[in-house]
């Protein structure tokens, strides 16, 4: 009776070793339909899809996490991409940043060639007490330069922090917006006011 049911558990795993091993790599899969079936057009380009940089290759690689030390790695790597303001002003102007922060606007295949981009803050976030339609899937930026100060280590890290969000926080969900070239250089000022000027609705 022994043998017999060793003998059916040893069958059992062999089956399942078999089902596995026949399973498709769904993920591979899913990219090939992505190439064959989605096309640049406009400023919606594939460069991204084709050809992961490392950070992109990194955090697909690991969906669960990456390890502490492969992280700081990558966060450091990044951080390194940061490029400052070249006159080391870093705050523009809020009422732009304002609209930056409410237009969801840029590099959709819609969009016209050299349109101006927005920022789509507040699908993500909190911004103001005015504003009630906002998103939550990153914190809260009520009083963001109230609650902070506006000292020159919150101001360089909030640019690094817009700029390559992944230079703090691997594999963040937020838009990489300076490395990626979504926003200018005068944008990211102004989105910097509309956290940090006292006179900026986020302060308010």
Same mark, same amino acid.
């Given at each position: 009776?022994?043998?017999?049911?060793?003998?059916?558990?040893?069958?059992?795993?062999?089956?399942?070793?078999?089902?596995?091993?026949?399973?498709?790599?769904?993920?591979?899969?899913?990219?090939?339909?992505?190439?064959?079936?989605?096309?640049?057009?406009?400023?919606?380009?594939?460069?991204?899809?084709?050809?992961?940089?490392?950070?992109?290759?990194?955090?697909?690689?690991?969906?669960?996490?990456?390890?502490?030390?492969?992280?700081?790695?990558?966060? *450091? $790597?990044?951080?390194?991409?940061? #490029?400052? +303001?070249?006159? %080391?002003?870093?705050?523009?102007?809020?009422?732009?940043?304002? @609209?930056?922060?409410?237009?969801?606007?840029?590099?959709?295949?819609?969009?016209?060639?050299?349109?101006?981009?927005?920022?789509?803050?507040?699908?993500?976030?909190?911004?103001?007490?005015?504003?009630?339609?906002?998103?939550?899937?990153?914190?809260?930026?009520?009083?963001?330069?109230?609650?902070?100060?506006?000292?020159?280590?919150?101001?360089?890290?909030?640019?690094?922090?817009?700029?390559?969000? *992944? $230079?703090?926080?691997?594999?963040? #969900?937020? +838009?990489?917006? %300076?490395?990626?070239?979504?926003?200018?250089?005068?944008?990211? @000022?102004?989105?910097?006011?509309?956290?940090?000027?006292?006179?900026?609705?986020?302060?308010?």
């Amino acid at each position: 009776m022994k043998k017999l049911t060793t003998g059916i558990l040893l069958a059992s795993l062999l089956a399942s070793i078999q089902v596995m091993a026949a399973e498709p790599d769904y993920g591979k899969a899913a990219l090939e339909m992505m190439k064959a079936d989605f096309k640049a057009k406009g400023p919606a380009t594939m460069e991204r899809m084709v050809q992961q940089d490392d950070a992109q290759s990194q955090c697909s690689a690991s969906p669960q996490g990456l390890k502490p030390a492969q992280a700081k790695k990558l966060e *450091q $790597a990044q951080l390194n991409t940061v #490029k400052y +303001p070249a006159d %080391g002003q870093y705050m523009g102007d809020w009422k732009n940043g304002e @609209k930056i922060a409410q237009n969801g606007r840029g590099m959709q295949s819609s969009d016209p060639m050299g349109a101006v981009n927005g920022g789509n803050c507040y699908a993500c976030h909190q911004m103001s007490k005015t504003e009630i339609s906002f998103g939550n899937i990153g914190p809260s930026l009520y009083q963001y330069g109230k609650l902070r100060g506006v000292s020159p280590e919150i101001m360089k890290y909030t640019w690094g922090k817009i700029y390559n969000a *992944q $230079a703090y926080n691997a594999c963040s #969900k937020m +838009p990489r917006f %300076g490395h990626n070239g979504v926003l200018t250089e005068a944008q990211l @000022k102004d989105v910097m006011a509309l956290l940090l000027d006292m006179e900026s609705p986020v302060n308010k």
